[in-house]
Structures are given as structure tokens and as C-alpha cells.
């Protein structure tokens, strides 16, 4: 049997150029020196180093498997050399999402975001990788809610033997740190009930019932949870594989030519459109945005990665780009209200609290601003 490859996608924000915008490209040049040395000595199959935003993204094959200490090591190397960069060059947020000071074994709860995907490779393996900026991993709940359970995104739920029993979702809590699994179509609603509140439920990995493949990841670190103040937005990747028996490329595109609304944004603190864009518009402006996603196509062959496709430069997407853009002015009109403002309770990890306790202690209660009132009116002698 041959080996399993493993596909890891781990992504970090260790500085970028002007504020929010992207990665310096001795940044990204700093990174891919890392990879290739790796590479070179066997540790890597394959990579490829891009950006979404002001991220750097890790695109790695390897035989290690998901969670070794080796490739995790590597990655928090290669976030650590451009981090070094951006201090050389007075970037901005320059490691900001490097949580600790020393690796442990292990990226995760320290920050970058990963997404990874062991497979036995089929006879022909696409996957796509998607990279999104200025929001949160529930941003993928229902893109792949529609990619592998809505019949009316994907055709292959009604008509391809092999995906016709459905999918199992595992769904993250975020606040707890425990999965559940849920069956589609049969438990669809239950489901439902938990995806459509993003900041804390998150499809975590989808399998498709029949054999247990496994189909989809998605990075669930939550920086505000990790840290407990808002160091900057999660920024998530996922992992989706496509075609023979799973849902076809196409498809799985067709769930973002709807761009629905997402948290993040500026300051992590605004929901608005997410919006499917091509590598040459993979960064952010608007009030440092709108939210964006990126989608590249790839074979794997032996753990050679194989493109990638600049899957969302299309101008089929370009309507779904139109309507994006108005969305975000409608909700930009509404300024500090919601809900273009996120809620209290996803505030609470903001710096909106260091504000709200200066007004702490002038509140007083309804009785005594009537008595104030009715003093200040006797001594103006405005009272009856």
C-alpha cells in the first residue's frame, strides 16, 4: 500500500505593508526559503507559499500525517523568519498571531490557523484549498452546509450513487472544546439548529457516510478564545476534495456565488459579505476589507501538488462580486450600529470593554436621574 499523504494548510498574520494589507514579498520569500530547505531534506514533498489579505499561507504535502511535530515545527520556523523580516522592516502587527515565544510540539492554540487532510490518493485526487481574510472559521458553515448537504447547490446528492446517502458533519464548539456528529439528510435540521450560530458552532470535517471518507476540513481556532482579547480576526483555511463520489468542482464553487454575510472585518467587530476573489485581488482595503476568499485548485499526484488553479477568476463570479460590493455599502452605511457591528457578546473580545468601563461608573439608576433632574430644574427655576 502506498503511503498516505497528508495535505496541511496552516496560515498565520506576522506583519504586513501599510497596515492590513499584504505580506511584504521578502516575507513570503523568507517563508518558501524555509519550505525549500525542508524540502530538500525530505521532510516535504511539496509546498507552495501564497497570501490572502495580510496571511501567509502554507500549502504542504508530507507522509507524517496531521499534528506532527516536525511539519508544525516547520511552519512556526517559517512564520518565525518572516516575522523577522517584518521586524527589520517596521511592518505592521509583525507576529501578531505568534501567541507564544517558544514552539511546543504543536501550532495549534498558539496561534496560526490549520487545516489538514490525510488521504490515500485516488486515481485522479482534485482538491481545492480555500484561504479567507478578515473573518471567523464559521464563515465556511454554510458554504459547506451547501456544498454537501443542500441538493439544490449540489446535484450529486440526487444523482450520484456514491454521495446519495449523505454526508456526516462534525460540528466544533468552540466555547467547549467538544465535537458532535450529525448525519445529513436525516438529521438536516439538527444541524441547522447548531451551524447557523457561526462564532460558536463550526463544521470542523465532513465524511461521507457510506465509507467514512473523509471530504472536508476546516481550521476551528478561534484567536480571542486562545489569547482572550482580540489579537486579530481567525482568518480560516479549509480543505475540500472533489470529484468521483464527493461533490464535483463545480459545486463546490457554486456555494460561494452567494456572499453571504460573515463576521470580521474591521477590527474583527463588523459582519459583511464575504467575497469569492482571484489571487490578484487577494487583499484587503475597504475598511480593511470586505471579507475575502480565496480558491485554488490542485491535483495531488504522489504528493506532488499540481497547480494551483486560480479557481475564482472567473468572470462567472463577477455578478456575485457586484452584489458583494453592494451589500458592503449597504452595511457600511450603518456605521457603529448593528447589525453591521457584531453583538455584545462577540464585542466582549473586542477593546469596546476598555471604553465601556470609563462610562461604568456614571450609570445611575432611573429614580435618581428624575431627582437630579428635578433639582437642576428648581434651581434654573424652570419647575412649576
Not at 510540539?105 to 489538514?116: F, I, K, S, T, W
Not at 475597504?286 to 488553479?309: E, H, T, Y
Not at 451589500?327 to 455584545?344: K, S, T, V
Request: charged residues 25%; hydrophobic residues 40%.
Amino acid at each position: 500500500m502506498a503511503d498516505k499523504i497528508t495535505l496541511s494548510v496552516i496560515k498565520a498574520d506576522v506583519g504586513s505593508i501599510s497596515g492590513h494589507y499584504m505580506p511584504h514579498p521578502d516575507q513570503l520569500a523568507a517563508a518558501t526559503k524555509v519550505l525549500s530547505e525542508a524540502k530538500q531534506k525530505g521532510l516535504l514533498i511539496d509546498f507552495y507559499v501564497t497570501h490572502v489579505g495580510d496571511d501567509i499561507q502554507l500549502i504542504m504535502t508530507h507522509t507524517k500525517g496531521p499534528d506532527h511535530p516536525d511539519i508544525h515545527g516547520l511552519a512556526w520556523d517559517a512564520f518565525q523568519a518572516a516575522t523577522k523580516v517584518a521586524k527589520e522592516l517596521k511592518l505592521y502587527a509583525a507576529g501578531q498571531d505568534l501567541l507564544s515565544d517558544a514552539f511546543s510540539g504543536n501550532v495549534r492554540g498558539l496561534g496560526p490557523g490549520v487545516a489538514e487532510l490525510e488521504m490515500e490518493e485516488r486515481k485522479a485526487e482534485p482538491v481545492i484549498t480555500f484561504h479567507a481574510d478578515k473573518t471567523e472559521p464559521g464563515a465556511f458553515n454554510l458554504p459547506m452546509y451547501r456544498i454537501f448537504a443542500d441538493p439544490f447547490n449540489t446535484a450529486g446528492l440526487v444523482i450520484d450513487p456514491r454521495m446519495h446517502a449523505g454526508f456526516v458533519f462534525e460540528v466544533f464548539d468552540v466555547y467547549e472544546g467538544k465535537s458532535v456528529l450529525l448525519k445529513t439528510p436525516e438529521e438536516s435540521y439538527d444541524l441547522l439548529a447548531l451551524i447557523g450560530t457561526p462564532g460558536r458552532y463550526i463544521v470542523r470535517r465532513v465524511y461521507r457516510k457510506e465509507d467514512n471518507l473523509l471530504a472536508a476540513v476546516v481550521s476551528v481556532e478561534r484567536l480571542n478564545l486562545v489569547a482572550g482579547q482580540y489579537v486579530g480576526k481567525d482568518d480560516p483555511v479549509a480543505i475540500v476534495r472533489a470529484q468521483s463520489g464527493l461533490p464535483a468542482v463545480g459545486e463546490i464553487l457554486e456555494a460561494f456565488a452567494f456572499p453571504h454575510l460573515v463576521a470580521g472585518w474591521m477590527r474583527g467587530s463588523h459582519h459583511g459579505p464575504l467575497v469569492p476573489v482571484s489571487m490578484r485581488y487577494a487583499r484587503v482595503t475597504r475598511f480593511d476589507g470586505p471579507p475575502r476568499v480565496l480558491a485554488l485548485g490542485w491535483n495531488i499526484s504522489k504528493g506532488r501538488l499540481i497547480g494551483p488553479a486560480d479557481l475564482f477568476d472567473d468572470v462567472a463570479f463577477d455578478e456575485t462580486r457586484r452584489l458583494a460590493l453592494q451589500i458592503a455599502e449597504y452595511m457600511r452605511r450603518h456605521g457603529p450600529f448593528m447589525p453591521h457591528r457584531l453583538g455584545p457578546e462577540e464585542m466582549e473580545y473586542t477593546t469596546l470593554p476598555e471604553v465601556l468601563e470609563r462610562l461604568k461608573n456614571r450609570f445611575v439608576k432611573t429614580e435618581e436621574v428624575k431627582v437630579v433632574k428635578r433639582h437642576s430644574e428648581m434651581l434654573s427655576g424652570e419647575h412649576d
